[in-house]
């Protein structure tokens, strides 16, 4: 597997996190997860989003940087291989959703400053999931802050998600979830890690895993 550092990225509920934390043990490669549940802000946040979304998007961004940097700009020597359940474009994307035009460009020209130091993946995997299926994985995970996260926000994420992935130049794998399981049926993840180690060439492709 030639990729030195993936990213796995999807809307709330995808399923970023398992696919990441399976991917890095197949290939004994570094693992980096979002720390979210020790940001303060985001159940705040989910209750009091204007009040809370401009700290809430600092914060990320703050966290982010510093445990890509950390990890990314300080190669182990025994692990030559990186996997992540995000990327840094994250931080733009949710603040586009969540503040006000103003504190957004505000935000943007924090970003633009810092995105410079960090490299890209080599890979970015999306995982594209339905609303439906992505309320029924958030329910059945049940942190209490996310279960009242409502279907228009969800849509509002899958449609930025889209947006960034018609602009993104970082070679992108788009998969199919509505009926992939990675973790019920290792047949799934097998196709993937199939399709990884050929490395293909292309930009974007779509991937419908059975």
């Given amino acids: 597997m030639s990729y030195r550092f993936i990213a796995v990225e999807g809307n709330i509920g995808a399923g970023k996190s398992t696919l990441a934390n399976m991917l890095a043990k197949h ?9 979210f549940a020790d940001n303060n802000f985001l159940p705040k946040f989910y209750n009091e989003p204007d009040r809370y979304a401009f700290p809430l998007e600092l914060s990320f961004l703050a966290d982010r940087y510093k445990q890509l940097k950390a990890c ?37 020209k924090l970003f633009d400053i810092i995105d410079l130091h960090l490299p890209p993946p080599d890979l970015l995997i999306f995982l594209h999931c339905p609303i439906r299926k992505l309320q029924q994985n958030i329910q059945s995970r049940g942190r209490i802050y996310e279960q009242e996260i409502a279907d228009d926000y969800l849509e509002n994420v899958q449609g ?12 992108t794998l788009v998969i199919d979830m509505r009926s992939t399981d990675f973790i019920g049926n ?22 419908s895993i059975e």
Avoid: W
């Fill in 160 to 171: 930025i998600y889209q947006t960034y992935l018609k602009q993104e130049v970082t070679k």
């Fill in 72 to 108: 990314l700009l300080n190669q182990d020597l025994f692990q030559q291989k990186t996997v992540s359940d995000y990327v840094f474009t994250k931080s733009k994307l949710f603040a586009k959703i969540n503040l006000k035009p103003d504190e957004y460009d505000l935000f943007q």
């Fill in 186 to 207: 290792s047949n799934h993840f097998n196709q993937l890690i199939e399709f990884i180690e050929k490395d293909y060439e292309f930009k974007t492709h779509y991937l």
């Fill in 27 to 35: 290939y004994d490669a570094r693992l980096i997860l979002e720390e």
